[in-house]
């Protein structure tokens, strides 16, 4: 009986595969698994950190600076109260409008710039302000 010789390649493989070990797929699932869970933890912690969205409000602001002259006006105050007074409520409407846009996650405009309807703070701001609105 012959045997023919079996070709280098053959040879070569056959001897690579009954010495090479299989490949097992479960830690590779894993992994991948793993990982896309990471890759989704991350992103709810960085959603879960985030403010909510912001609304848009409108603020009459020369509403409130026209009901601040008139008010001042009534007073007779001296040129240096006046301009002190008016100093004064510039700060405090500045900073009022900041408080209400950080606490209502708003982002404020003034009334003549929006056409369409959206809530409007400019009573609140007043009444934050202490105007009288009987002016």
Known sequence: MTTEPKQPHQANAAARSSLSPRLNPKPLLFAAFGGMFGALLVVAVNFAGEDPPFRIGVVNIQDIL??????????????????????????????????????????????????????????????????????
Not at 82 to 100: N, W
Not at 117 to 132: A, F, K, N, S
């Open 66 to 135: 026209e009901r601040h002259i008139k008010d001042y006006a009534a007073r007779n105050l001296t040129k240096e109260q006046q301009q002190q007074a008016a100093a004064d409520f510039s700060q405090s409407l500045e900073s009022e409008i900041r408080k209400l846009a950080k606490k209502e996650h708003l982002h404020l405009l003034v009334a003549p710039a929006v056409l369409s309807d959206v809530p409007d703070y400019t009573g609140y701001i007043e009444h934050q302000l202490q105007v009288p609105d009987d002016l």
